[in-house]
């Protein structure tokens, strides 16, 4: 261990200090209000790791010199973070939306109970699943901007409990509904090719563990959920009609931008023309969501720089346990750092038995609703979502507590099926 990376893991173990405590901050600036606005600054939760891999970034600067600092920041990857920021911003843009919800309200008309009810049973099971075709950001995005209006919205009187239950129960279903293919979930991407998981692997290993806990989470909540969703509003005013090939070369724009996933300039080259033609046809467009999309780019940059000096404690870890101490290893560490940076780290380790290789991407993937940091696209949700809870911001303690019951059920189907 040198000193270099002493000072990462205390700076890390600081950033996850930090991000408990942003609902704390959010109360301080209630309290001070001559200072809110720091206080809601340091409250920001996709804030905390790019705040804190600057401050690793100094400090690589006064320990080993400014170009050792700047070499190490130009030797991480930063593609996944660009990617997510992109596909937020395409996602959530409004020909995309309105195609995506008149889908689901199509399939919800079709069954004989509470339309609105029905909608939200869909969008907690069928558009996390939907994201191992357009990948988990894209569907953690369309879910929460659908969601949003119905359930997470503090004028509906929804009891906080139940937010965070139906909360954990999306980011749990996000994380593990991407695992039917093998290039949407980032744990998953992450050793699909070192180990030769192709997306038929995938489906017939985990996809249909992963299908039956979704399911079963989603009923469960919206169980809970179905006193507290209310009919539509009759008076609301029925969406501007979008011209079919403007919803067309959208859903291009979002295939294309998945397509290239792993190609940024390709990708980044497309959302320049994207940028274009919203503003070539923008009667049919809300505002795009760049701000959020831009802090959770920077949350998940930030976890790239600090996460990149943590192996030298990580990978031992992962390498002494078996596999069935593994799994459950897996599934509490991703809790504390990105699970796709724990799976890659696993790729790294030689002699790695089948049975251990599954009992990792497995524990992986069922944690990944436990915290904001679990799993890349959390801190989209949070972004999106954090307006409709008290002090509007996600605590914590709150999530965990929600989280926790959907993640058992993964646990169950990945572990004993």
């Known amino acids: 261990m040198t000193d270099l990376q002493l000072i990462a893991a205390i700076l890390f173990a600081l950033a996850l200090a930090h991000t408990f405590a942003t609902k704390s901050f959010e109360r301080l600036a209630d309290r001070f209000p001559r200072h809110a606005g720091l206080w809601h600054f340091f409250g920001e939760v996709e804030v905390v790791f790019g ?34 920021f992109v596909i937020m911003v395409v996602a959530a843009s409004k020909p995309v939306l309105e195609s995506i919800r008149a889908a689901i309200a199509a399939l919800a008309r079709l069954v004989p109970l509470r339309t609105p009810l029905v909608r939200v049973w869909l969008c907690l099971a069928m558009v996390p699943l939907l994201g191992s075709l357009i990948t988990e950001p894209a569907a953690m995005t369309l879910a929460a901007l659908m969601l949003g209006p119905q359930i997470f919205r503090q004028d509906r009187g929804m009891p906080e409990w139940i937010k965070y239950a139906a909360l954990g129960v999306l980011f749990v279903n996000i994380s593990i509904g991407g695992t039917l293919t093998s290039f949407a979930a980032p744990p998953v991407l992450m050793v699909a090719a070192a180990w030769h998981w192709d997306s038929a692997f995938m489906a017939a290993t985990f996809g249909w563990k992963a299908a039956l806990a979704v399911v079963i989470n989603a009923t469960a909540v919206t169980i809970l959920l179905r006193r507290h969703v209310g009919a539509d509003d009759p008076h609301a005013a029925p969406a501007a009609p979008i011209p079919l090939l403007v919803s067309a070369i959208h859903l291009l724009f979002l295939a294309a931008v998945v397509g290239f996933a792993h190609h940024p300039v390709i990708f980044m080259g497309l959302f320049m023309f994207f940028l274009g033609f919203t503003t070539a046809y923008e009667q049919y ?3 795009l969501i760049l701000k959020q999309g831009l802090l959770v780019g920077f949350f998940l940059a930030g976890l790239v720089v600090l996460g990149g000096m943590q192996q030298w404690w990580l990978q031992p870890i992962v390498s002494s346990l078996e596999p069935g101490a593994l799994f459950l290893g897996a599934t509490a560490l991703t809790a504390v750092t990105d699970n796709a940076a724990l799976t890659y780290l ?22 990944g609703g436990l915290t904001v940091i679990a799993n890349a696209p959390n801190p989209a949700g949070v972004s999106l979502l954090r307006d409709g809870f008290a002090d509007e911001s996600i605590g914590v303690a709150g999530l ?7 993640t058992l059920v993964a646990m169950a189907a990945l572990f004993f099926l």
């Open 400 to 406: 965990l507590a929600g989280a926790l019951p959907p």
């Open 285 to 287: 467009q809300n505002p």
């Open 346 to 367: 696993g790729s790294l380790i030689a002699g790695m038995s089948d049975e251990a290789k599954y009992m990792l991407v497995a524990g992986a993937v069922a944690g």
């Open 51 to 84: 705040l804190w891999a600057f401050i690793l970034i100094i400090a690589i600067a006064f320990v080993s010199g400014g170009e050792q600092a700047i070499a190490y920041a130009e030797s991480r990857t930063y593609t996944e973070p660009l990617f997510v």
